[in-house]
């Protein structure tokens, strides 16, 4: 019965993910710009969803994988999702409507400012100084090598898992490199969009919110990141902590609270990317781009 019930309420954000997610992609095909905008938004933000979902699911009926899939889905999520936005054409097929737009040069940094790669940057630094501490601490060897945490004492030893060594760690490096080139694809496709407007500042404006938008799938994927790696190295010290093997104690609630900040900051950011998408596009002025 608990399986059945876990079944069915999993289908709701499926379904639901499934439905934003084909009205999105019908939506990109418009050649009305805004809407085709607003619409390969919502289809990223489903994507996430569905890739998310599909990780959570496939973690939990192959046990064997020890949680791998879960591991991975939040960069593979952001990813997936990223590219939801920048794959679709530019232009939907068979749109011929001249379209008049300034001549003037546009850059990455219309898209995404130098603030928010410092921060998406920071975010990626974080994450690989947690990796490679927990890497190099995790077991070196035995049925735990790389997945495991070993303390011992004067009078015991004692070993916990699961702990985000490079068995679950190089995966997340991988996956977050990934994340970082399809962010930087879909910021030069969303430099090569065509234009909404004459008007110079609100071009940029919309081109910006495009940016916010797709920036902040890929900081909620790193931050979902880090708030699985801390929590799972907190739970494990914690644990030896019982033993008596380790003074840990302090990092690991440190630990625990940090990484419930970097989920709900997740699930933020995400909620405002969703707002923010309604808006995209709309509040065009200027000289109209199709005739």
């Keep these: 019965m608990g399986s059945l019930l876990g079944s069915t309420l999993l289908l709701v954000p499926v379904i639901a993910a499934l439905v934003v997610g084909a009205a999105g992609l019908v939506a990109s095909r418009s050649a009305d710009p805004g809407h085709a905008v607003r619409g390969r938004l919502r289809l990223s933000l489903a994507v996430f969803g569905l890739v998310l979902l599909a990780a959570w699911a496939w973690a939990t009926a192959q046990p064997s994988l020890l949680g791998l899939p879960l591991v991975v889905g939040p960069g593979a999520a952001a990813t997936a999702g990223v590219l939801g936005f920048a794959l679709p054409p530019t232009r939907p097929r068979g749109d011929r409507a001249v379209r008049v737009a300034t001549l003037l040069p546009r850059s990455a940094a219309q898209v995404m400012t130098g603030k928010e790669r410092l921060v998406a940057g920071i975010l990626l630094i974080a994450l690989v100084g947690v ?142 990317a969703a707002i923010r998408v309604s808006s995209v596009g709309r509040a065009v002025t200027g000289k109209p781009v199709a005739a």
Excluded at 163 to 172: D, H, L, N, S, T
Excluded at 216 to 225: D, H, K, N
């Design 131 to 272: 990796l490679v501490t927990t890497g190099v601490t995790a077991d070196g060897s035995g049925a735990t090598a790389g997945r495991g945490f070993s303390a011992a004492s004067a009078t015991t030893s004692a070993s916990a898992s699961p702990y985000p060594g490079w068995f679950y760690g190089a995966p997340i490096l991988v996956t977050a490199t990934l994340l970082v080139g399809a962010v930087a694809f879909a910021i030069r496709r969303t430099v090569l969009l065509p234009a909404m407007t004459t008007d110079e500042r609100t071009d940029a404006a919309w081109r910006a919110a495009v940016g916010r938008t797709l920036g902040s799938i890929a900081a909620a994927g790193l931050l979902l990141y880090l708030a699985g790696v801390l929590w799972a190295a907190g739970a494990a010290w914690s644990v030896l902590e019982q033993t008596g093997t380790t003074g840990l104690a302090p990092i690991a609630v440190a630990q625990s609270v940090v990484s419930q900040l970097a989920a709900v900051a997740a699930v933020v950011l995400l909620v405002a």
